[in-house]
């Protein structure tokens, strides 16, 4: 059985990261980014998540990383999920890190990971190829091309697609293999269309035509890597929305503490206080899933893949619920931009959806159980 | 750490030496679980034989002091046993309402007399306990009980009725709250004591149930005398002892959800009875996504229940998870067996007969319905998540 518990360095650095996204990575800063000029991120912040080792989470030391491990970098996204935090930190700390720590070779992941680690090349991962999320393997295609490869063909759903300076591409290989490539921004034959979508968040369309790429690692094992590396990026974002959801949740509790009808607090009816209390029990039993996935990773445990699925459903089904009974119970003001708790709906669906939503995942643990 | 795993390969080298068997396989009926008492019936001497060497171990009661009876472990030991326990499927080799509820409570509040006579025949299943809780007027609002213990210099004089004690009809004895006083609040004025079942006045009638069973009964108490030196702890502070009490039984109650080994592959059980496509899923992909849905949810219910234990090894930190876990655990048994007689069809619904067990998932399926009832209802369990852990007022 996983772990379930934090250990004292763990404890600390879910306190820091809290600390850290409540007074650098607010609420308030999505909103300034989202009415703003139209920057993805607030770069001084990402500098000082950099300062914090928050990108290189993930990444050996030797690498230039902090080497803290899955379950803590869990704590640090949930710390992310509940203050909305904008930045880039999904996409290239463990999109981007873990594609190179995965596939790359020896001297790709001395060239890529110190930079990542200190936040200075962003990073995408382009695999999906429709809208929503399908496990299939991918039709675009790389073909060999002088020391390198061409890709051609079309991505979207990319995270962060629009900023990163180097993306990591999903495509099939002339022999019908999955492999990863890596291709630059600026590339000749990219085209990139910028999707702004309703979390405020910066994702793309990317076209390939015939678009220089190098294959990350090993020609034709990039099937392995990839599934592995879906499982990582479904796990943090199983720990980011378990943020989401427990945030809503408890300003959802504030407010109808505060809220008086009929001369009392609105938390005084039974009718909201059996909502409040089902929403809380799913919260913690999906947290309690979350955290098994990422000890899994940490730890290596038989069955991960399934694990993974549980984590990534149970948690996409709550986040929905709790920022739907969120908004119900905020009443008319749940419907304002003013309060926060749109916002968080707002940012639960993306989070979900991306690498495959609840029924996606629900099917897939089926499918990994025998059934 | 160390000292731990020692710990571990002790234990591992004793339950293979000493858990017989047919002691390793899953529990199929009612039969098959040992409840012990003064009419203990064993279903065979593997059972018996199971009981004893678990008995003399302490390991019946692990985490309860050596000198009754217990094994005297750390919250940390007691791990490792269940580990190792569910490592050879091993069975319970005692169901007792004295260990998981009145015996905490004896041990906290009860006098040293009281540890002496009752703690050492609850750990070796010599005494089987129940519970006397609710009254027809006294249910979800537990504290307007009016069963009346009139004082008598040394002892006490009974008079009442109790419904839903489980298994009263088998028992040996009873700790049950009486009204020792009328004045104040009706929390205020509430007695826990014990006496035997055999005492002059006491009479438990079984109450036949919508699945055919008669586990829950009518308790009748007609001028009972129960002896002063079997009160717990102080005279009208019972409602505190209750509470820690029916603590222990929302655990003992969820932990119906936790069963893994009994319930987690609903849908590859559900294969023969339901069918299967090319390419091996279950032939009805709306069941299918259901059964999904329900065992993504028990995984992380019985996650949860394994946290919970984790982080109250420090103390007995119990109170804050008991009430989601007794509603969660007992929902999710009432789904599952909704599922269960879904996947099976008609030959889930059958009641009598050679085929399909003879209804015997029918009945269970029935009998799941009381889960999210007893113990305190799930609307009970939500109100008090909602007040004492949320703080919702």
Redesign the interface.
């Given at each position: 059985?996983?772990t379930?518990?934090l250990d004292d360095e763990q404890k600390m650095l879910r306190e820091a990261a809290m600390r850290f996204m409540a007074e650098k990575a607010p609420v308030a800063q999505l909103r300034a980014l989202r009415d703003g000029e139209g920057d993805a991120f607030d770069a001084p912040t990402w500098a000082a998540m950099a300062e914090m080792g928050f990108p290189g989470a993930l990444i050996p030391e030797e690498h230039g990383g902090a080497g803290f491990g899955h379950v803590a970098m869990g704590q640090i996204m949930e710390a992310g999920g509940r203050t909305l935090a904008a930045s880039p930190l999904f996409a290239t700390g463990v999109a981007g890190a873990s594609a190179v720590m995965l596939a790359g070779s020896d001297a790709q992941k001395a060239e890529l990971l110190p930079k990542i680690a200190a936040g200075e090349l962003l990073c995408a991962l382009a695999v999906d190829e429709s809208v929503r999320h399908t496990g299939k393997a991918p039709a675009t295609t790389a073909a060999p091309s002088g020391d390198g490869f061409a890709i051609t063909g079309a991505k979207s759903n990319v995270a962060d697609g629009s900023i990163a300076g180097l993306i990591v591409v999903s495509a099939a290989t002339p022999d019908g293999a999955t492999g990863l490539f890596l291709v630059e921004a600026g590339a000749s034959g990219l085209e990139v269309e910028p999707v702004e979508m309703a979390d405020s968040r910066a994702t793309a369309i990317l076209r390939f035509e015939a678009t220089p790429a190098r294959a990350l690692g090993e020609v034709g094992q990039g099937a392995e890597a990839l599934a592995r590396l879906l499982d990582i990026c479904n796990a943090h974002l199983a720990a980011e929305l378990i943020g989401v959801a427990g945030k809503a949740f408890e300003d959802t509790?504030a407010y109808?503490?505060e809220r008086r009808q009929f001369g009392v607090?609105i938390?005084?009816f039974?009718a909201?206080?059996?909502r409040?209390?089902?929403l809380?029990?799913e919260i913690?039993?999906?947290?309690?899933?979350v955290?098994?996935a990422l000890s899994g990773l940490d730890e290596g445990v038989e069955g991960l893949p399934r694990?993974v699925s549980?984590a990534k459903?149970?948690a996409a089904?709550v986040a929905d619920l709790a920022t739907n009974e969120g908004v119900q119970l905020h009443g008319g003001v749940g419907m304002t931009d003013a309060f926060d708790i749109g916002l968080f709906m707002k940012r639960a669906r993306p989070a979900a959806q991306l690498f495959g939503d609840e029924?996606f995942h629900?099917?897939r643990?089926?499918?990994l159980?025998?059934? | 750490m160390f000292d731990l795993e020692d710990f571990r390969a002790e234990t591992r080298a004793w339950l293979e030496e000493n858990c017989p068997a047919s002691m390793r396989e899953p529990v199929r009926s009612e039969k098959d679980i040992c409840w012990g008492g003064r009419n203990a019936e064993f279903k065979n001497d593997d059972q018996r034989l199971w009981l004893e060497r678990m008995a003399e171990k302490g390991w019946t009661a692990p985490t309860w002091p050596e000198q009754y009876g217990g094994g005297g472990l750390s919250p940390e030991q007691a791990k490792v046993l269940r580990?190792e326990m569910a490592r050879i499927n091993a069975r319970e080799p005692l169901k007792s309402f004295g260990i998981s509820m009145v015996g905490p409570a004896i041990i906290k509040w009860g006098s040293e007399e009281l540890k002496q006579q009752h703690l050492p025949k609850i750990c070796r299943g010599e005494i089987r306990w129940c519970q006397g809780y609710s009254e027809p007027g006294a249910g979800s609002d537990l504290a307007a009980l009016q069963t009346k213990a009139e004082d008598k210099g040394d002892h006490y004089l009974i008079n009442g009725q109790k419904i839903w004690t489980s298994y009263a009809h088998k028992a040996d004895w009873i700790f049950c709250l009486v009204r020792t006083s009328w004045e104040g609040k009706k929390q205020e004025g509430i007695t826990l004591i014990l006496f035997d079942m055999e005492t002059p006045g006491v009479e438990a009638r079984p109450i036949r149930l919508i699945s055919g069973a008669s586990v829950f009964c009518e308790t009748f108490f007609t001028d009972v005398k129960a002896d002063k030196t079997q009160v717990v702890g102080e005279v009208n502070k019972g409602w505190t002892y209750a509470k820690y009490i029916l603590t222990h039984e929302r655990e003992m109650v969820s932990a119906i959800g936790g069963d893994a080994s009994a319930v987690d592959?609903l849908?590859?059980q559900?294969?023969d009875a339901v069918g299967?496509d090319e390419?091996?899923?279950?032939d009805d992909p709306v069941l299918?996504?259901d059964?999904?849905?329900w065992?993504?949810?028990q995984?992380?219910?019985r996650?949860?229940l394994?946290?919970a234990k984790?982080?109250a090894k420090a103390g007995e930190g119990v109170g804050h998870y008991s009430a989601?876990l007794k509603?969660?655990g007992t929902e999710l048994n009432k789904r599952r067996l909704e599922l269960k007689v879904a996947a099976e069809g008609m030959g889930g619904l059958a009641w009598e007969g050679q085929a399909w067990k003879g209804g015997a998932l029918a009945k269970e399926w029935l009998r799941s319905k009381a889960n999210s009832i007893e113990g305190g209802t799930s609307?009970v369990?939500?109100?008090i998540?909602?007040?004492n852990?949320?703080?919702?007022?």
């Open positions: 059985m996983a379930l518990v509790l109808v503490q607090t938390a005084s039974q909201i206080q059996h409040a209390a089902h809380f029990g913690e039993q999906a947290r309690s899933l955290l098994a694990l549980a459903a149970k089904a029924r629900a099917n643990f089926a499918s159980s025998g059934y | 580990e592959a849908g590859v559900s294969l299967a390419q091996g899923r279950l299918r996504a059964i999904a849905r065992e993504i949810d995984l992380g219910f996650l949860t394994e946290r984790d982080e989601l509603y969660a609307e369990q939500l109100g998540i909602a007040k852990v949320l703080g919702m007022k």
